[in-house]
């Protein structure tokens, strides 16, 4: 079995909290005056909910003065990452959100752009993925969903919120081929929002849903759904009832991160400011409180750990998409 694992220095750094300049004692004194997120979707989802958690958070505990937030959807988060390029000059006091879309879209051509045209400042959380069935639904596990694909391949299909060759749909693939399946054979069906997806999940158009564990928790604790297996290396606290890939014999790992990039040109000392102000975010009450809220991981790296860690994520997602055939 092949072992997808994104990033062994971003799971084992999870929750370090390396304040990286002096701008402030770890008393919680602030660190910097203002932050400007850029979001690049729209409001309610993971990007806003992890740009607006992370300022509640900083703003809270004394880091940040203050914080304010805009919205700019477009291009699957392209016209932001292009205007954050385009007026770099004048965006030195923004962050931008992103997550693990801005490798797969810039592989793919969606936009021209990559994570090495900004500035990295570091990665901040990650949410994994689950795969969920119906609370109705006779399947109980990943075994028990292997067995129904390899009955009927065909008809045992896969959902997700994301396009073929997206993240979601990238994710049941991996826990396939992880399981000794072809990953090319599994039927992926998209839905373009959540409730069409559960509709689908409740009629038995497909047997399982590919989403973020966060997501998942959500459902599973509106008792929607069963969470049958989860990307973690370990259960999550979050839920603990959901069990890993791991545990049932599919070796296989994934966390979609979520972290902050600036404009191209941004001063040295100035992400080092932003740096800190987020290194010392983990150690707060405020902090803890948002993350346990939104079952989020927290994995932290600055500069060029973040680097690395895309640059592993690029190579795995980039040599999966070119079996599947969207490279």
């Known amino acids: 079995m092949k072992t997808f694992e994104l990033s062994r220095r971003a799971l084992l750094g999870a929750a370090m909290a390396l304040g990286l300049g002096g701008q402030a004692i770890a008393d919680g004194h602030q660190v910097v005056d203002s932050i400007h997120f850029l979001i690049p979707g729209g409001a309610g989802g993971g990007w806003d909910g992890t740009a607006r958690g992370t300022g509640e958070a900083l703003t809270g505990a004394g880091l940040v003065g203050s914080a304010s937030y805009e919205n700019m959807s477009g291009g699957g988060g392209g ?38 045209d900004l500035t990295l400042v570091a990665g901040t959380i990650g949410d994994y993925a689950a795969i969920v069935v119906g609370k109705d639904s006779p399947i109980n596990s990943m075994d028990e969903l292997l067995a129904a694909y390899d009955a009927d391949p065909s008809g045992t299909a896969v959902g997700g919120g994301s396009v073929p060759g997206g993240m979601d749909h990238l994710v049941a693939a991996m826990v396939m081929e992880a399981a000794g399946k072809d990953a090319l054979g599994v039927k992926y069906i998209p839905y373009d929002a959540g409730g ?3 509709a689908a999940l409740l009629s038995g158009e497909i047997a399982a849903l590919s989403t973020g564990f966060s997501e998942a928790v959500d459902l599973a604790n509106a008792g929607e759904v069963k969470i049958i297996g989860v990307t973690a290396p370990e259960r999550v606290d979050a839920y603990p009832d959901a069990p890993t890939m791991k545990e049932q014999g599919i070796d296989t790992e994934f ?3 979520r972290g902050f990039f600036g404009a191209p040109g941004m001063p040295a000392e100035q992400v080092a400011a932003y740096q800190d102000a987020l290194a010392k975010m983990y150690e707060t009450p405020e902090w803890e409180a948002v993350r346990a809220r939104n079952g989020w991981v927290n994995i932290h790296n600055n500069g060029d750990e973040f680097k690395a860690f895309l640059e592993d994520q690029e190579q795995v ?6 079996k599947l055939g969207f490279l």
């Open 255 to 257: 966390v979609n991160w």
């Open 196 to 198: 069409k997806a559960m």
């Open 79 to 116: 016209k932001a990452i292009g205007f954050l390029i385009e007026n770099a000059d004048s965006n030195h006091g923004t962050l931008m959100v992103n997550s693990t879309p801005i490798v797969i879209r810039s592989l793919t051509g969606v936009f021209p752009h990559n994570f090495r």
């Open 317 to 322: 997602i980039g040599d999966l998409m070119k």
